[in-house]
């Protein structure tokens, strides 16, 4: 496909999305649709797409509508390309630009185009937490997020992984933020067809999220209850860093876990699936990854940020108080309880452990937040115990 044909593509398949597609079911179904294009071209197209979704309130600004064509407009002039070298309406490319365009093309480009990528709803919060930071994650969460894996080290040292990816053509250097955890470079994007991903020795994880199950002492022995174990990255993670603990993931849905048993085999590490509601009780440490906004991964799910409405943070702050609680019942004496989210903002983070600790018999004893400016994505942990 030309370059051309792809934006056109682009331009189809943000419009299904605009309808209320979600974008992966549009990119599919785009897909099934238009056999001929391949792997590269869907990659690019699909590139195409999720630019034009991060930075959907700033290209609508730019290209000066919410369609398609409109975005993929404002994304051609954030990257300086000139539209109407692509919009030539030869074939398959899109139609060339009407004098409606051109008038928005030629207005000057609009300010604080940053901003206009957060639903306006969250600016306060976000810049109020985010504080001298705001401008700096701002920017970051327009971009795409970078690859990063998580070294099994229970199955490979750190220089070993990077040896065996180099063997597949992935470029992998250590990140500072955590001690297992790769950035990828060239290649990124064949990390799961590549040997050292398939033989487990390494795993796709976030560096955010690597740094904060790193914050968590684990000994031996220890019974340890992932209570939203979902698909299964902290189980996992958990696992290789203590391989001598017992492991018990649960979700209340187990067809979030259906993985789990596979990617455990794969990275060699045992992990009991308890079944739903039934997680037992007793546990040295009880890890709560809860159900959030997302608001720190938008980077990879940037239509979530535009769906998420002030209504949905209420039920999910309400969910998380909810089962904080339920997870604290099931921790031994003189246990721990840890909660975790992939979120950006203080009423999910800091604002729900104080609010946990302050109705509770749980004092926080640690907690940290990271964002894009250490490299990785937003994401929360903080530790309870018990007060005396
Ligand atoms: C953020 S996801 C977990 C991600 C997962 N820990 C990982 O690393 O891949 C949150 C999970 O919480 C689960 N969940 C929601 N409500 C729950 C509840 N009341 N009890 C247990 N799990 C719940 C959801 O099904 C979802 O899989």
Same mark, same amino acid.
């Given at each position: 496909?030309?370059?051309?044909?792809?934006?056109?593509?682009?331009?189809?398949?943000?419009?299904?999305?605009?309808?209320?597609?979600?974008?992966?079911?549009?990119?599919?179904?785009?897909?099934?649709?238009?056999?001929?294009?391949?792997?590269?071209?869907?990659?690019?197209?699909?590139?195409?797409?999720?630019?034009?979704?991060?930075?959907?309130?700033?290209? +609508?600004? $730019?290209?000066?509508?919410?369609?398609?064509?409109?975005?993929? $407009?404002?994304?051609?002039?954030?990257?300086?390309?000139?539209?109407?070298?692509?919009?030539?309406?030869?074939?398959?490319?899109?139609?060339?630009?009407?004098?409606?365009?051109?008038?928005?093309?030629?207005?000057?480009?609009?300010?604080?185009?940053?901003?206009?990528?957060?639903?306006?709803?969250?600016?306060?919060?976000?810049?109020?937490?985010?504080?001298?930071?705001?401008?700096?994650?701002?920017?970051?969460?327009?971009?795409?997020?970078?690859?990063?894996?998580?070294?099994?080290?229970?199955?490979?040292?750190?220089?070993?992984?990077?040896?065996? $990816?180099?063997?597949?053509?992935?470029?992998?250097?250590?990140?500072?933020?955590?001690? &297992?955890? $790769?950035?990828?470079?060239?290649?990124?994007?064949?990390?799961?067809?590549?040997?050292?991903?398939?033989?487990?020795?390494?795993?796709?994880?976030?560096?955010?999220?690597?740094?904060?199950?790193?914050?968590?002492?684990? +000994?031996?022995?220890?019974?340890?209850?992932?209570?939203?174990?979902?698909?299964?990255?902290?189980?996992?993670?958990?696992?290789?860093?203590?391989?001598?603990?017992?492991?018990?993931?649960?979700?209340?849905?187990?067809?979030?876990?259906?993985?789990?048993?596979?990617?455990?085999?794969?990275?060699?590490?045992?992990?009991?699936?308890?079944?739903?509601? &039934?997680?037992?009780?007793?546990?040295?440490?009880?890890?709560?990854?809860?159900?959030?906004?997302?608001?720190? &991964?938008?980077?990879?799910?940037?239509?979530?940020?535009?769906?998420?409405?002030?209504?949905?943070?209420?039920?999910?702050?309400?969910?998380?108080?909810?089962?904080?609680?339920?997870?604290?019942?099931?921790?031994?004496?003189?246990?721990?309880?840890?909660?975790?989210?992939?979120?950006?903002?203080?009423?999910?983070?800091?604002?729900?452990?104080?609010?946990?600790?302050?109705?509770?018999?749980?004092?926080?004893?640690?907690?940290?937040?990271?964002?894009?400016? &250490?490299?990785?994505?937003?994401?929360?942990?903080?530790?309870?115990?018990?007060?005396?």
């Amino acid at each position: 496909m030309t370059p051309a044909a792809r934006i056109s593509a682009a331009i189809e398949i943000l419009d299904r999305i605009g309808t209320g597609d979600p974008a992966e079911k549009a990119l599919t179904n785009w897909a099934r649709a238009h056999r001929f294009a391949g792997s590269k071209d869907r990659a690019a197209i699909r590139d195409h797409v999720f630019d034009a979704l991060r930075c959907r309130g700033s290209f +609508a600004a $730019l290209g000066g509508g919410q369609g398609g064509r409109a975005l993929i $407009l404002g994304l051609l002039r954030a990257q300086s390309c000139d539209p109407a070298t692509i919009f030539t309406g030869e074939r398959f490319a899109p139609e060339p630009l009407s004098e409606e365009e051109r008038a928005v093309l030629a207005q000057p480009v609009p300010p604080d185009l940053a901003r206009r990528d957060w639903p306006d709803w969250l600016i306060a919060p976000l810049s109020e937490r985010l504080g001298a930071d705001f401008d700096t994650v701002s920017e970051a969460m327009r971009a795409r997020a970078p690859v990063f894996v998580r070294v099994n080290v229970a199955r490979a040292t750190r220089d070993a992984a990077i040896a065996a $990816l180099a063997e597949d053509g992935i470029d992998a250097v250590p990140h500072p933020l955590s001690t &297992t955890a $790769l950035q990828l470079g060239d290649g990124a994007r064949r990390i799961q067809q590549s040997r050292a991903y398939q033989d487990g020795c390494v795993e796709l994880q976030d560096v955010s999220s690597q740094a904060a199950v790193g914050t968590i002492e684990l +000994a031996p022995g220890m019974q340890v209850l992932d209570y939203c174990a979902g698909g299964g990255g902290k189980s996992l993670a958990l696992a290789a860093a203590c391989p001598d603990c017992e492991i018990h993931a649960h979700d209340i849905d187990p067809a979030r876990m259906r993985d789990l048993p596979l990617r455990a085999e794969r990275a060699g590490a045992r992990i009991a699936i308890c079944a739903p509601g &039934t997680p037992g009780a007793g546990y040295d440490l009880v890890l709560v990854d809860a159900p959030c906004s997302g608001s720190g &991964t938008w980077r990879r799910t940037p239509e979530a940020k535009w769906r998420l409405t002030p209504e949905r943070l209420d039920d999910l702050v309400a969910l998380q108080g909810r089962i904080l609680e339920e997870a604290s019942a099931l921790v031994a004496q003189g246990g721990r309880l840890v909660y975790m989210t992939c979120s950006l903002l203080a009423v999910e983070n800091e604002a729900q452990a104080a609010l946990f600790a302050a109705r509770t018999g749980w004092k926080l004893t640690f907690q940290r937040a990271y964002s894009p400016v &250490t490299g990785g994505d937003g994401f929360f942990v903080a530790q309870f115990e018990r007060k005396a």
